[in-house]
């Protein structure tokens, strides 16, 4: 993401502090998805927002002439707020309208709501799956086809924003796979929350009383709370994985193997 973009993205997100609490509803956050996949779907559109040379008055007038009929007026606020920005370029413009979505969502959940949580769970059924993954991202499925079957899956097993995300996802990958679409949704989420999510992959499942010393270790060095997503990999051997946004803290045998392996051979 360019610094252009990057600080397009600071305002949008300061756009959501400037909207009353009680405002930010998952209909918001849905309109601001629907916005974004209109957006998407046409490059002449994309292009005309995300030229540097056009006025923020210009960018304006045209998401209000397109909108204002269909979007709730803070929705219509926020993706203004967005698209009125400067972005470096047509897909991290598209990026800023769904990660502003997907905060709003976050925002809008009820207590004790655990949305990162179903995301990585999804992401996990997904990634062993091959079937469901294809079924879920192939571009020869139709929208209404992966609708039914997110719908089908997951309504009545986790809340309705977790739906509406993964719905979002599967309609306007924007050529990421679904497992990166998933695990990226829930790290923005968790950041709504200040919370961060450190993704512990180990060879056999990890005690509870073992995870909750790792959270309360990791949340010590990093000053924020953490959420443990733990995934069981038995190629690991032993050890631990724990992986913090770009940060990785490689404690495995697998790993420590290949470091062998490597000095033996230069």
Do not use: C
Not at 49 to 77: H, M, N, Q, W, Y
Not at 136 to 142: A, M, P, Q, T
């Amino acid at each position: 993401m360019g610094s252009a973009s990057r600080e397009a993205l600071a305002s949008s997100k300061a756009a959501i502090e400037a909207v009353a609490p009680g405002a930010l509803t998952l209909s918001v956050g849905e309109d601001l998805f629907a916005a974004g996949r209109i957006i998407g779907s046409s490059a002449h559109f994309r292009a005309l927002l995300s030229d540097p040379a056009s006025e923020g008055a210009d960018k304006t007038a045209l998401i209000d002439r397109v909108f204002r009929d269909d979007l709730a007026p803070d929705a219509l606020s926020l993706l203004t707020a967005v698209a009125s920005a400067n972005w470096s370029t047509p897909d991290d413009l598209l990026g800023g309208i769904e990660e502003v979505a997907l905060r709003v969502i976050a925002l809008s959940a009820p207590a004790g709501v655990s949305i990162d949580a179903e995301l990585f769970g999804f992401a996990k059924a997904v990634s062993s799956d091959s079937a469901l993954e294809l079924a879920v991202s192939s571009s020869f499925g139709s929208p209404e086809a992966k609708v039914a079957l997110v719908n089908a899956l997951l309504q009545g097993k986790v809340s309705e924003q977790t739906v509406v995300i993964v719905r979002h996802l599967v309609l306007q990958p924007r050529g990421r796979r679904i497992e990166e679409l998933l695990n990226t949704a829930a790290s923005i989420v968790a950041d709504t929350n200040n919370q961060s999510i450190a993704t512990v992959t180990s060879a056999a499942p990890i005690a509870p009383a073992q995870l909750d010393r790792l959270r309360a270790a990791l949340g010590r060095s990093y000053g924020r709370e953490l959420t443990i997503n733990e995934v069981v990999d038995p190629s690991v051997l032993g050890g631990l994985r724990v992986q913090i946004g770009a940060d990785v803290i490689d404690g495995s045998i697998e790993s420590r193997l290949n470091d062998l392996r490597l000095r033996l051979t230069a």
